[in-house]
């Protein structure tokens, strides 16, 4: 069984069909019918990219989610010449498109996946709150959950448990499974955390010319260690816009229309605020806090056989870099080709370790970027020596890959989780480093540049 319907959670329960005769997947919320947001994930109504590396993760799962996200208007946009992106105190060059994002809501990609996924006969979902493990020491067998829901004229609430041979906890960044597996015993794994205090506040526009700041599809106001605030304008699926400001502790975005309008004023460059005072709203304001990376180090631990964790509740990262849904798509392969390769059989321990390996490298990009912000908390938060050499160097590398096609290609497809992380660290990379910093772009480029 698996603890909670978001991606993490419905990929594994596809990943279980195939091995075992029935599924469940508990669900605290009442899935509703169509692609809309709902309580139990509050991130969705912020934006949502999906990198290169999930959607080629997603396409092996299920074949045939490209063609769908198309078919319903996902929009899809090329990097970096459909994003404007300004960092380090200038714009980036719109070089050819080497890899791309796709943008739409975060509610419509769970649709997809959920429709997909409640296909298999086997896979069913239960709607309550789980509120604790089953099991010793030696052994998880299921888990006890609440289920709510109206009697008459009272609110009911009834305490059941469901036994399963394997629970999954997906429940996301805010699990409570170290809680869970503290209640019968166990001590829980050890977690590393990197916190920058980065909040969001997100709102829905609509544009009447029909287009992003500058003209382009999107734009990207990127914060960093000397930039607290940071903007993501994206294009939604239903023809509006997403549009996300964010800021660092100290620096956080107001949840209010004036003062949303009055943050974007102060962004380093007014490219988004002009742009908004064009747009018209089309929703609320919608914060976000609670983004810290964290990670807990179930491979090192001793918990149970019969628990396993995948997704934010195993991993969770700063969302500026866009890998959570990526990576939780990619690590449902991993325990997909870990079963397969051992037919079937549950090694925990194995599945354990294959899981840890996908997060090591988007862990590496967002919590060792994150080390390098001023004001990063959090008990990983300090940069050992090497940490902060790899952190300049990666600067550097960073303003090359702006406005060099080679150099920017590498770099994209290591963010893009398709190239692994040692990739920066090829002669040419090294080359590159040395060499003088490009001239930074103070307008941003109107057109495409050609190669
Ligand atoms: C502001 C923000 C922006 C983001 N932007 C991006 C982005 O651009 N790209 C990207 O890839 N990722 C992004 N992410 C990260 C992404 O949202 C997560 O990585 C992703 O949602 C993880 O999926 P999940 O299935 O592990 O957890 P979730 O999506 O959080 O799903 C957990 C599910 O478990 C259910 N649940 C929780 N507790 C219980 C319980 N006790 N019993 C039963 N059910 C329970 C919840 O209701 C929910 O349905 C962003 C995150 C935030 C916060």
């Known amino acids: 069984m698996v603890v909670g319907a978001g991606p993490a959670g419905l990929l594994c329960a596809h990943v279980l069909a195939a091995y075992a005769d029935k599924v469940t997947v508990v669900e605290r919320d009442r899935l509703p019918q169509t692609p809309v947001s709902r309580p139990g994930v509050p991130h969705d109504r912020h934006p949502h990219v999906l990198l290169e590396a999930g959607l080629d993760a997603l396409e092996s799962l299920l074949p045939g989610t490209v063609r769908e996200l198309r078919s319903v208007g996902t929009p899809w946009l090329g990097l970096p010449t459909d994003l404007l992106q300004w960092q380090n105190g200038g714009w980036s060059s719109r070089l050819p498109a080497t890899t791309g994002i796709h943008t739409g809501s975060r509610a419509q990609l769970e649709w997809l996946i959920r429709r997909r996924v409640l296909t298999h006969a086997s896979v069913s979902v239960v709607e309550g709150e789980v509120t604790g493990l089953l099991g010793d020491k030696g052994r998880i067998n299921g888990v006890t959950l609440r289920r709510s829901g109206v009697r008459g004229a009272s609110r009911m609430h009834d305490v059941s448990h469901i036994e399963a041979d394997l629970v999954i906890d997906t429940s996301g960044r805010t699990s409570k499974a170290p809680g869970w597996l503290r209640a ?44 607290p605030t940071g903007a993501l304008v994206l294009p939604q699926e239903c023809g509006g816009y997403v549009v996300a400001l964010s800021g660092v502790r100290g620096h956080e975005p107001p949840v209010d229309h004036t003062a949303f309008l009055a943050f974007a004023r102060q962004l380093p460059h007014p490219l988004v605020h002009e742009w908004l005072s064009t747009a018209e709203p089309s929703s609320p304001v919608f914060g976000f806090r609670h983004t810290a990376n964290a990670r807990r180090r179930y491979e090192n631990s001793q918990v149970p056989a019969g628990f396993l964790a995948v997704g934010d509740a195993l991993c969770t990262f700063n969302p500026v870099y866009g890998q959570g849904v990526a990576a939780a798509a990619l690590a449902a392969v991993a325990l997909r080709d870990t079963l397969r390769g051992a037919e079937g059989r549950l090694d925990h321990q194995r599945i354990r370790r294959a899981l840890a390996r996908v997060y090591e490298q988007p862990w590496a990009i967002s919590a060792g970027a994150d080390k390098q912000m001023p004001g990063a908390v959090g008990n990983a938060a300090a940069p050992n020596a090497a940490e902060r050499f790899l952190g300049l160097y990666l600067r550097r590398i960073q303003r090359r890959a702006a406005h060099d096609p080679q150099i920017g290609r590498v770099f994209r497809s290591v963010l893009a989780l398709t190239k692994p992380l040692y990739s920066l660290l090829a002669p040419p990379m090294l080359l590159a480093a040395l060499r003088p910093e490009p001239a930074l772009l103070a307008e941003p480029p109107s057109a495409p540049r050609q190669p």
């Open 184 to 227: 019968i015993g166990v001590e829980p794994a050890g977690e590393d955390v990197v916190d920058t205090g980065l909040a969001y506040a997100s709102r829905l526009y609509r544009s009447p010319q029909g287009r992003g700041p500058g003209s382009a599809p999107g734009c990207y106001l990127i914060p960093g260690p000397g930039q």
